[in-house]
Structures are given as C-alpha cells and as structure tokens.
C-alpha cells in the first residue's frame, strides 16, 4: 500500500533517464523497465527526496490535479520504483 | 495500461528516443560453433575488432548516454581474452550486461565468477530439448556442453540464468520440455523468432514455423506470458490480443546494434551496409551515430502501411519484422514473410534473388566441438 503521508524517494537501485515524453526508470534490482510518461511527474518524483512526505511534494502541484499524481506515485511505488525512507 | 495509452507510447516510441533501451552489442566475430541459423555469420575473429581500451571508451560513452544495459553477444563472446575485464568494467560504470553464450567457456570457475558480480546475467542459446534436435542446428557437442554450463551456474548458485531457444519448425514442438528443464533450473526461458539473417538467409526456408505453428506458438506464448520473448513475436499479435512487449519495430528506434569492428546497424538482424548508420570509432563516436546518422533519422520517420494498409490488422503488428523482409527480398512496407494470413507468401514466390549478408566471418573449414573436462 503506498501511503501518501510517508517520506519516499527513488529507489537507489532505479535509474532515470529523460526522454521527451517523460523519463525511462530501470530498476536494476527486478530489471524492470518502466516508463513516466509526464515531466511533471518525473520532477515530482525526483523531489520526493526533499520533502517530509509524499503528499508534502503533491502539494507544490495546484490542487486539481493531485489525485491523478497521488495514483501515479502508487503505482509507482508498486513497481519499486519509489522507495519509503 | 490501456490499448489506446500503448499505442500513444508505441508512436513516441517510433520517433526514436533520447539513447537505445536495448542495445545489443557482439563483441567479437569469433566463435567455436558454426550454428546454420546465426545471425551474424560469425566464425572466424575480424583482425579490425575493438581493443579492450576501445570498447571502455565505449562503455563509458553509453554510461553517460545513461543506457541501462547492454545485450552482449557475438560470436561466442567469451573466447575474448578480456571477456572478465569487459564486463567488470561495464558493471563498474552502472551499464548492466546481459550476455548470450553458447556455454562452452562457462566452466565451474567462470559461473563462480559471474555468481559474485551484480548486474550481469546469464543467456545460455539452446535450440531444442534434446541433443537430437539442438545439434541439428547448433552442432555436434553443443548440447551437452550448453547443458554442462547450465549445471555449473546451478552449482554457483547463480539464480535465474536464461535459456534461449530461437524457435524453430523442429523444436516448436518441445517448448513445453524447455519450459520444464527451465523450471528445473530456477531458470527463465526465452524464446526468440528465427530471422533469414546471416547463415539464417540459407536456413531459414527449412527452419521457419509452418503456419499452423506460428498459430500454437501464440497460444502457447499468450499462456504463458513470464515466457520472455525480447519483444520479437509481434507479427504474431495480427491473431488477437497483442503478446506482452512494445509490439513494435525498434531498430534505430529503440534499439541498435554495434559488431565487433564498431559498426552500428539499425537492429541484431540487418548486418547489411543498407542499414549501417556508421562507425564508434568515427568522430562523433556511438551518441553521433544513435542522434544524428541519416538512417536512424529515416527510420524514426513515420513509415507508410503500403500494401499492408487495407489489412485489419496492420494496427497490431505493424507489417511485422524489417529484417525478415530484407533478406527474403520482401518490399519493406508489405507484409512480413510470416504474415500470419498469409499475405507474404504471394509476395515471396514471386521475390527476386534476395539481398545477401554483406559480411561473412564463418569458417572456412567445419568447426568440430570438442568435449572439454
């Protein structure tokens, strides 16, 4: 379950590369591709690291469009791309 | 993800993309089998090959390219005295490899070796359940000694190595043997499709799957979708749903490959100077070649359906496998030799002479394997 008011970050065994549509992240740990199709949420996910807890980086985005990020990160977090500090 | 979110990915996808995901990389033309099927007609060592210090440089090139890791294969690439320091180096610099072997070198010395170090896996190439049907293609001794290396990985403790089976007219009929010996082993099995490239140009009419096998495969493949397939069944996704993967054409889109004198081509299967985009060891080196090669920047066009356009299915398999149609003397924008309806047959009966391989390294004499310890 991913937990919003948690502290996250990248898992130190993803690599994140950027493309135009967004970024490619590797998991070298389950060897996973996976891909984040927005910058928005590539940025948001690199800034995971610098806030108290997920829902603390969701804030920085306008409200409305929250949600939609909230789930992305989930899913995210389900594929071990994100790693709860 | 939903099939209308796929297919928005397959089009950025299709216009190519900041560095390859998949690069595949044969690092030397030399190899101690002589496989009828081999897709780079490999044998004898090209005296032009890259140094130890060349390869690091392109090592280092793809690290900061940020490319997560490359395909390793050859020839056999372990006959490369560097073969150890090659990979540590790559590990080292975070590109991760996965390399294919035909087993032979993998003694009880080197799977302890691969056992130690992270990011590296392990692709033995086995093309049958049985001696019989392997050596056939792969040569007398070979599936003994692919079987030797598989144990000797078990032994170190390795984990889940891959066998590799090209799928065939007459091996298509023991997947489920293979699936089973792979599970034996902790293992995962990957199958990939047979293509007319190199010494397969002369194989592949008495190799390829029959049509009603083609059929069973994607049965077979959609039951089982832990079976890996590096993405290379898509033609058969015009039967229903789509296989699991990209479904789609990569080469100089998402993928590339570089031989062992540092020619980059589009994909694995078009070593052909038509799909050479250039050299690494040329100004700009290998990010040059991936950004800027004219061929590459062809490829990422839009390409046209041609006489595959008025077909229902041209959604789902996208015309099928640019090498296929090359070497079988196919236009590239009709239908795949394997065409599943059966729209290439006409095509192909009526196909000229077709292009061959431009580059032959198999040796001159028949390579005999000869059983060691």
């Known amino acids: ?85 | 993800m939903p099939a209308s979110a796929a297919s928005g990915l397959r089009d950025r996808l299709s216009h190519g993309l900041a560095a390859p995901i998949c690069l595949t990389w044969e690092l030397t033309y030399a190899c101690n089998l002589a496989c009828i099927h081999c897709l780079s007609s490999s044998g004898r060592r090209d005296p032009r090959e890259l140094s130890t210090d060349e390869v690091k440089r392109v090592v280092d090139e793809l690290s900061t390219m940020g490319v997560f890791y490359v395909n390793i294969g050859g020839g056999e690439p372990m006959t490369r005295p560097d073969f150890f320091e090659i990979l540590a180096y790559a590990v080292g610099q975070r590109v991760g490899v996965k390399f294919s072997t035909n087993g032979t070198r993998l003694d009880q010395a080197s799977a302890e070796r691969l056992a130690g170090m992270d990011y590296v896996d392990v692709q033995i190439s086995l093309d049958g359940a049985t001696a019989e049907v392997n050596d056939a293609v792969r040569g007398a001794g070979s599936y003994r000694a692919a079987r030797r290396a598989m144990d000797n990985l078990a032994a170190a403790g390795f984990g889940p190595f891959k066998i590799s089976v090209v799928v065939t007219r007459h091996n298509v009929g023991q997947l489920d043997a293979l699936a089973a010996m792979a599970e034996r082993y902790g293992a995962q099995l990957r199958v990939t499709r047979l293509r007319p490239s190199g010494r397969g140009a002369d194989s592949w009419a008495e190799l390829h799957p029959t049509a009603s096998q083609q059929h069973y495969l994607y049965e077979w493949l959609r039951d089982r979708p832990q079976v890996l397939t590096g993405d290379s069944f898509f033609h058969l996704s015009a039967l229903g749903e789509p296989l699991e993967g990209l479904n789609l054409c990569g080469a100089g889109r998402v993928v590339c490959l570089i031989d062992p004198v540092g020619d980059v081509y589009a994909c694995p299967f078009v070593l052909h100077d038509e799909f050479r985009a250039g050299n690494v060891r040329d100004g700009g080196g290998f990010a040059a070649v991936w950004r800027t090669s004219e061929l590459f920047e062809s490829l990422r066009e839009p390409t046209s359906a041609g006489a595959c356009a008025s077909c229902g299915s041209y959604d789902a398999c996208r015309g099928g496998c640019m090498a296929a149609k090359f070497f079988t003397g196919l236009p590239l924008d009709g239908p795949d030799p394997e065409c599943v309806f059966g729209h290439g047959h006409a095509d192909l009966a009526g196909a000229g002479s077709p292009p061959r391989p431009s580059a032959d390294h198999s040796a001159r004499v028949p390579v005999r394997l000869v059983a060691r310890g």
Do not use: C
């Open chain 1, 1 to 85: 379950m991913f937990d919003a008011s948690r502290p996250w970050r990248l898992h130190p065994q993803v690599a994140l590369r950027d493309e135009s549509f967004g970024a490619l992240a590797y998991h070298y740990g389950n060897r996973r591709l996976i891909f984040l199709r927005s910058r928005t949420l590539v940025e948001l996910v690199r800034s995971l690291e610098h806030f108290d807890s997920a829902e603390d980086a969701l804030a920085e985005l306008k409200e409305p469009r929250r949600a939609g990020y909230r789930s992305a990160l989930a899913r995210l977090a389900a594929s071990e791309v994100l790693d709860a500090r």
